[in-house]
């Protein structure tokens, strides 16, 4: 396993449409160990192909237990999320405003209106067909990560401005109770 580096803002793949996943190989396999080591080691709970400059269409998602800022665990915690070709086949007509941030744009911070619930269908390492229903914030980091691959980042979403800000690095850890999406 290895930890990669995460692109930033003013690369451009991050503003292209990843390529649908036909091979499901080892190197597949090695590819999402990767992902998941570099968004556990750069504190993330999501980590989208593009964001480390692989075009193809899968992420990885995780709620940490300690998630909430409590000893109390995330109850969304302690799943590893790998999918591949993913895709929203439904979700919610209520949408909920939640914080969200980037690896991919640190340090900027912002209010995104997303549905409360999604159900997606995917893939998971083999080929195999799944079909996944989340809300709340499992919900919130599934679709961020779908935007990822179709070249969306998260501040296109944000039209008010003040819906928008960014926290220095001495600040986040007094400011923010969660780490970047």
Same mark, same amino acid.
Request: aromatic fraction near 8%; hydrophobic fraction near 40%; proline fraction near 5%.
């Given at each position: 396993m290895a930890v990669r580096k995460v692109i930033t803002l003013n690369?451009? @793949?991050l503003r292209q449409k990843a390529k649908k996943v036909k091979q499901f190989t080892p190197a597949l396999k090695q590819l999402a160990e990767d992902m998941l080591e570099t968004m556990r080691a750069n504190q993330g709970v999501g #980590?989208?192909?593009?964001?480390?400059?692989? +075009?193809? @269409?899968?992420f990885v998602a995780e709620i940490p237990a300690s998630r909430s800022g409590t000893d109390e665990p995330h109850p969304? $915690?302690?799943? $590893?999320?790998?999918?591949?070709?993913?895709?929203?086949?439904q979700s919610a007509d209520v949408l909920v405003e939640g914080r969200e941030g980037c690896l991919s744009i640190p340090? !900027?911070?912002? #209010?995104?209106?997303r549905p409360e !619930?999604?159900?997606v269908r995917a893939q998971d390492l083999n080929g195999k067909k799944i079909k996944?229903?989340?809300?709340? #914030?499992?919900? @919130?980091?599934?679709q961020h990560e779908l935007d990822h691959l179709n070249g969306v980042l998260f501040i296109d979403h944000i039209k008010d401005r003040e819906k928008l800000w960014?926290?220095?690095?001495?600040?986040?850890?007094?400011? +923010?109770?969660e780490t970047a999406v």
């Open positions: 690369d451009e @793949r #980590l989208a192909g593009p964001q480390i400059g692989v +075009m193809q @269409r899968i969304q $915690s302690g799943t $590893s999320y790998i999918l591949i070709n993913p895709e929203i086949i340090t !900027w911070y912002g #209010l995104v209106e !619930w999604v159900e996944l229903k989340v809300d709340d #914030l499992l919900a @919130r980091i599934f960014q926290v220095l690095p001495e600040e986040e850890t007094k400011e +923010m109770t």
